[in-house]
């Protein structure tokens, strides 16, 4: 899969996620470098969602803390939540370690989904 593929799966995956948890979609913006890749709502409540996806042996790591605070900002401007989004994903057909990190287009796969959780990056 390539780099595109992987941040589309992770948005897909967590779409999926947010609708089974009553959540309406209102958008999704695939492009790796947008924050944030999705806008719902829930309950007359907003929420920007940030979303990062990686491959095994690593998870989607937080954005930096410009970054979060730029989306934070601008949340606050809307009256929205933020709300951060970690995968991982992992070759589920692998038989080596060297192979959990090879994802193929229609591929299975294992993946590490965090849930939702604040988007703040604590320093110190």
Known sequence: MSPEEIVEFG???????????????????PEANMDPQILAKKEEQ????VIRTDVYPN???LPSISRITQV??????HNAITKFVSLGILNANAKTEEEKSKLYKGGEFYINY??????VRVTG
């Open 11 to 29: 948005l897909r995956h967590t779409y999926g996620k947010l609708v089974n948890d009553g959540f309406e979609v209102l958008s999704v913006m």
């Open 46 to 49: 907003l929420y920007f969602i």
């Open 59 to 61: 998870v989607g790591d």
């Open 72 to 77: 934070n900002e601008h949340a606050k401007k």
């Open 114 to 119: 965090s849930g939702l959780k604040e988007l």
